[in-house]
């Protein structure tokens, strides 16, 4: 409960600093098709009231990974019929990581980001909804494919993204993603020295499975937590 009400705390102080900074004129990303650990720089930026909460909820995620109950999460990934506990929906309730964070913009409106897992198959796909009626891009799809190094972690290859349109004819586009290490690398350069990526690519460490809650840190650096909403492959 903690964890919890530390993470709703957070995307409070966040979501008041996006309002502070689109009154003020600052600019929307132009960039929203940003995916985890393709990038790394932290979402608080230079905001020392959202670094001070981003610490204490990071405090709580390491506290609570120390009671983990499912010692072997990745049990069962990827082999058919092998009851993968991650299998489900997840929405997200915090990460400390900018490229996952998806900022409310005029033409788009809110938007809800979520992550459905396929355990048996070994599929992330991270999800974003934009909510604004009249937008021409209802959403996105990024598809990720994982690969199990161990009980605990899992390497990631971004394939695709698959962008959802409001349109009477071409409702979806496709498109197929360069290799994780061309990716990460573009980032890098495109980050102008912020993103500090590490040398093991994209992929993270579980540090916390129960039926309703998973935490994991990338092997980045940064740390996502997530609620589940449904259970199964989806």
């Known amino acids: 409960a903690q964890l919890l009400a530390s993470c ?3 995307k409070a102080a966040q979501e008041a ?30 905001s020392t009231k959202l670094s001070s909460l981003r610490n204490a909820t990071v405090d709580l995620i390491d506290q609570l990974a120390q009671s983990n109950p499912t010692p072997a999460p990745f049990a069962g990934f990827r082999e ?13 309730l915090f990460t400390t ?21 396929d355990g048996d198959k070994g599929y992330f796909v991270n999800c974003v909804d934009f909510d604004a009626p009249d937008a021409k891009l209802r959403g996105f799809r990024v598809v990720v494919k ?50 500090e990526l590490s ?10 499975l129960d039926d309703d809650l998973r935490m994991h840190r990338t092997f980045d650096g940064q740390y996502f937590v997530q609620q589940r909403t449904s259970s199964g492959p989806q």
């Open 146 to 195: 994982g690969k199990r190094l161990s009980d605990t972690e899992v390497q990631l290859y971004f394939r695709r993204v698959k962008l959802l349109r409001r349109s009477r004819w071409l409702k979806s586009i496709v498109i197929p993603l360069p290799p994780s290490w061309l990716l990460r690398a573009v980032a890098r350069r495109a980050s102008r020295g912020k993103a």
């Open 80 to 92: 058919a019929g092998g009851g993968n506990k991650l299998s489900g929906s997840w929405k997200l």
């Open 199 to 208: 040398d093991r690519g994209a992929g993270f460490t579980l540090l916390y």
């Open 97 to 117: 990581g900018a490229d996952a964070t998806v900022r409310p913009s005029k033409d788009k409106g809110a938007a809800t980001v979520y992550q459905e897992i």
């Open 17 to 46: 600093q996006w309002a502070e900074e689109a009154a003020a004129g600052v600019p929307d990303s132009k960039t929203p098709l940003q995916a985890e650990s393709i990038a790394n720089i932290d979402v608080t930026g230079a």
């Open 8 to 10: 709703e705390e957070f």
